[in-house]
Nanobody
Framework: QVQLVESGGGLVQAGGSLRLSCVAS????????MGWFRQAPGKEREFVAT????????YYADSVKGRFTISDDNAKNTVYLQMNSLKPEDTAVYYC?????????????????WGQGTQVTVSL
């Protein structure tokens, strides 16, 4: 079992930055694909970014490419999502997720563990 706890959300003006953190506990962190998804009101949960279990490969949704960066610190069992140049359309609840090794997927159903989510609100 893996427990994920997100933090770092908040209210920011358009063009600003936030860094989300996700602390994982319960299993060997380094053997999991880690990712971030988001869900806006009335919309389905959508893929944002993933980091391979080796930490060597990252994948991003086209909508955030060049603005968001996913990274990790294995010593702290933490994965981060640095979000720059935020836009109002980035407003959503952001969820940290993990799946046992293997490939990264854009489908939420492929992931085994989820955090409780952290709200990000971007104002004009």
């Amino acid at each position: 079992q893996v427990q994920l706890v997100e933090s770092g959300g908040g209210l920011v003006q358009a063009g600003g930055s936030l860094r989300l953190s996700c602390v994982a506990s319960g299993r060997t962190f380094s053997r999991y694909v880690m990712g971030w998804f988001r869900q806006a009101p009335g919309k389905e949960r959508e893929f944002v970014a993933t980091l391979s279990s080796s930490g060597g490969s990252t994948y991003y949704a086209d909508s955030v490419k060049g603005r968001f960066t996913i990274s990790d610190d294995n010593a702290k069992n933490t994965v981060y999502l640095q979000m720059n140049s935020l836009k109002p359309e980035d407003t959503a609840v952001y969820y940290c997720t993990a799946k046992s090794g293997g490939y990264s997927y854009k489908e939420p159903a492929m992931y085994d563990y989820w955090g409780q989510g952290t709200q990000v609100t971007v104002s004009l």
